[in-house]
Structure formats: C-alpha cells, structure tokens
C-alpha cells in the first residue's frame, strides 16, 4: 500500500513538473527544472530536461534557464556525471567529436536525435567554448584540480560547460529546407537590387543591411539563417562578373563584422581567390579588412603577411594604409615579423600620406614588445615622430611611451588633454596603453587627468567629435570618454 501511495504521489510529482517546464514565463520553467533535478526520479528528469532544454525559447544569457537544472540532474548519478566529465575532458580539442558525443549523450537521456551532419559554423562555435573550458581549468585528465564533486568549483565548472555545450547545439539549430529556400530567394532579391547603385553608395547599405545587420527579434536559426545569406553573398564574390564581385566583397566585409564569423573556410578560400588577381582599390581595401578580422576571430594558421607587406606599396594610398594597419595583427610571432617591422617604419618615415603614416605608427605601437629585436630602432622612430604634426601619429607614438615608460610620457599626455578639442584618437590610445595589466597612472597624474576629462565631459566634446557618417560614432566616443573616467576616478 506504501509502494503504490509513493508511485502515486512520484506520478503526480512528475505531472505537475512536466506541466511547469511547458509554462510561459521562464522563471517558472527554471525553478521547475531545479526541482526536477532535486526529487524527481532520475531517469524522468534527465528525459524531460533533455526534452525541455532543446525546446527552451531563445534568450540571450543561457544562464538561469531549464539548462540549469538539466546540469544538475546530470551531476546527481555519480556514473552519468562522470561520463559527461569524460566527454569534455577527452574532446577539448576536438569539437566535432564533442558535438557527435555530446548529442548522442543527450539523445541517448531521451532529448532530440544527435545531428547526422556537423557543420563548420557548429565546430567553430563549439571550438571557441572548449578553449574557453580550458582556460577554466578543464583538462584531459578532466576536472579534478578543482576539487572533489559537489564543491562549489567543481559542480560550477561542470555546469558551465553543459550550459555552453547546450547553447551551442540551440544556436546552430538549422533551417528547414524550405525556410533555408526562402532565405536564399529574398538575400537574391536585395543583392538583385543592389547591384543597380554604386559602390560603398548609401542606397546599396540600405539594401544590403538586412544581409548585414543583426535581426530585430533573434532565434536560435539566426546564426543558420545568416550562414545562408552569407552563401550568397561568396556566391558572388565567385563571379566572374566585376561589379557583382565587388558587390559581393563589399557585403562581405559588412557581414564580417558581426559577431560569429560563419563559412569561415569558405570565407578564406574566397579570399585567396580574389587576391590571385589584380582587384580595383575599392575592392581590395575590403578584402584586406576581411583578412584581418578572419584573423581575429580565430588565429589564421598561416596569416598572408607576404600579401600585405606586398600591398603597403601599392599606389592608392587607402589600400597602402589598410595594409599598414592590418599587418601589424597578423605579423606578431611569424618568421616576417622583423621584415614587416621594417616596412612600418619605412611607411611611417617616408609615406606621402599621413593616414598611412598614422597606420604605420599604430601598428609599430602595437608590436613593439622588449624582446623584439628592432625594438630599440621602433623606440628611436616613435621619438623622431612624437611632435609630428598628425594628431594621429602622435597619439601612437604617446601610447608606446605610455607602454614603455619613457620619462616624458604622462608630461605629453597631459599637455596632449590640455588641448581645447583633444583629437580622440589620444583617449583611444591610453585605452590600449591601459589594457596592460601593469599598467597603473602616477598619483599625481590621476586627479589632473580626471580634471580634463570631466572637463570635455562637460563641455560637449563628444557631440563635436562625433562623426555621423562613420568612425567612431556618439556611442562609440561617450563609451570610450567614460571608461576613461571611471578608470582614473577608480585611481583617484
């Protein structure tokens, strides 16, 4: 009688539970997720977690979701909580083998079917997460050095790595043949229409942007929805037809920016392509940005330095400075690195144009480590060019002093903010100067530092600054005018 009371009570339980993971608000759905994990039966929870969990509508943070629970009822059989150590342990540098172990883990526990296909744009999204797992003290050997199970750092680095595994596979769910069709046929339609306006022309952005931009209400098909748009735009990159190439590289270099870099092998082997023949300014201005922000999205193992060292010689003067500026992120810890050194200072000694000049110095602050060679010869061009007329070019060679110590750099730092519009490109400097964690502003420098900064706060130095029509914007320079503040505030 006592049996049947429990199985009947464990039913009604289980009905309740699995009514809460359905309900509308999420909060609801969590606190049933956690319960579930708590005092349900095990084989139950882990079916209807697994179930909820690839059902769970978008949200931005994954955090504080049924995934939660899932992770904790996944902890609570000592046998299944190993397993699930063992496939992030054993597959940290393998995502698509995570992915294939992980779903069949999860479909195995009663969740959906594990995908017949993995995609690149799923192996690097999950490639990403398991670096990320490895800086948070996972390893091969799993997750000991964190401590016994069921201490707070070990059960939050398991979680973590359920929640990110399970966020993964959610956002790189695929389109339906048919949707992924419609996507295809109205991204045809926009590069249809925008072929009849110029390059770079405001009438083209306006048409490409919803190739480019970040949807108005998100879903976990985006990423899928833009990999297929993105199919179309290196569709015409592929063309033998000039305009609908440069068309092409131009939404590229629009779409490239947005985070979540996708058809990142395909992207490369378009942009090889390319760069086998001569391309127009225009175009090969964007294909050298696309290079680099490949790059910084995921280190390219053989980053093309020879193409732009090659390119920092080229005549039209917005190519040379995309160069300039591009080879300085891609050099560092390859054989040219001393080579390139030398053509920055080549650029920023002798280029007839002070953009260049500024990309050149930019870069050359950016590489000028103690261990490199040329260093001495950076620190002696960066003193030559200190009082340069460019704004620019002084704000870089301010930020090398600023990294490097020299005895005059907090002197022309102030004096550089005492000028009544203060060029922003100073702010951005002691920006980068800042990202060094040794880096620490004199006592006596804060508060007259925050004087002046309060005092551009004050008097509208954003709004003059500003620039409407590109880089950087109001939010881009308020941002940056306030971080300052609070950093030397903070110091204060």
Not at 360 to 381: I, K, N, Y
Not at 457 to 469: F, H, K, L, N, Q
Request: some cysteine; glycine content about 6%; charged content about 30%.
């Amino acid at each position: 009688m006592f049996k049947k009371r429990r199985e009947r009570r464990q039913a009604e339980l289980h009905e309740e539970l699995a009514g809460a993971l359905r309900d509308p608000d999420a909060a609801v759905r969590a606190k049933a997720a956690a319960d579930a994990a708590e005092v349900a039966g095990l084989e139950w929870a882990l079916r209807e977690l697994a179930a909820a969990v690839a059902r769970e509508p978008f949200t931005d943070d994954f955090h504080e979701t049924v995934v939660d629970g899932f992770a904790a009822a996944l902890r609570r059989d000592a046998a299944i909580r190993e397993r699930t150590e063992r496939i992030v342990a054993e597959h940290l540098d393998d995502p698509e083998g995570f992915v294939r172990v992980w779903t069949g883990l999860v479909a195995e526990l009663g969740g959906p079917p594990a995908p017949r296909d993995i995609g690149d744009d799923l192996c690097d999204d999950m490639r990403e997460r398991l670096a990320y797992l490895r800086g948070e003290g996972w390893t091969a050997e799993g997750i000991d050095g964190l401590g016994r199970p069921g201490t707070f750092s070990r059960d939050l680095a398991f979680d973590v790595a359920v929640m990110l595994a399970s966020l993964v596979v959610r956002r790189n769910e695929p389109l339906s043949a048919e949707e992924a069709e419609r996507v295809r046929g109205e991204a045809r339609v926009v590069l249809e229409r925008a072929l009849a306006f110029p390059p770079d022309s405001e009438e083209r952005l306006v048409l490409i942007a919803p190739l480019v931009d970040e949807p108005d209400e998100e879903s976990w098909t985006d990423r899928a929805r833009h990999g297929v748009q993105v199919d179309e735009t290196l569709a015409l990159c592929m063309s033998a037809d000039d305009d609908r190439v440069t068309l092409g590289v131009e939404t590229l270099h629009h779409q490239i920016m947005r985070d979540g870099i996708l058809r990142r092998g395909r992207t490369r082997a378009a942009l090889d392509h390319l760069l086998a023949r001569e391309q127009a300014p225009f175009v090969l201005f964007q294909l050298l940005g696309c290079y680099v922000r490949l790059h910084l999205a995921s280190r390219l193992p053989d980053p093309p330095v020879e193409l732009f060292l090659t390119r920092m010689r080229h005549a039209d003067a917005d190519v040379r400075s995309s160069a300039a500026s591009g080879v300085g992120l891609l050099a560092p810890g390859t054989p040219a690195e001393s080579r390139v050194v030398a053509a920055l200072l080549e650029r920023l000694d002798h280029d007839s144009d002070v953009q260049v000049r500024a990309a050149a110095a930019r870069s050359l602050a950016g590489l000028a480590r103690p261990e490199l060679a040329a260093a001495r010869t950076v620190a002696d061009a960066m003193a030559r060019h200190a009082d340069s007329p460019a704004p620019e070019i002084r704000a870089a060679t301010l930020q090398h002093a600023l990294e490097h110590g020299a005895p005059d750099a907090y002197d022309r730092l102030l004096t550089e903010f005492d000028a009544p519009d203060v060029h922003w490109e100073f702010l951005s400097a002691l920006q980068l100067a800042a990202m060094d964690a040794q880096f620490s502003l004199p006592e006596e420098v804060s508060p007259r530092l925050a004087e002046r900064l309060e005092h551009m706060e004050a008097t509208g130095w954003v709004d003059r600054w500003a620039d409407p029509e590109g880089h950087p914007d109001l939010d881009d320079l308020a941002e940056m005018l306030e971080e300052l503040l609070e950093r030397v505030r903070v110091r204060d």
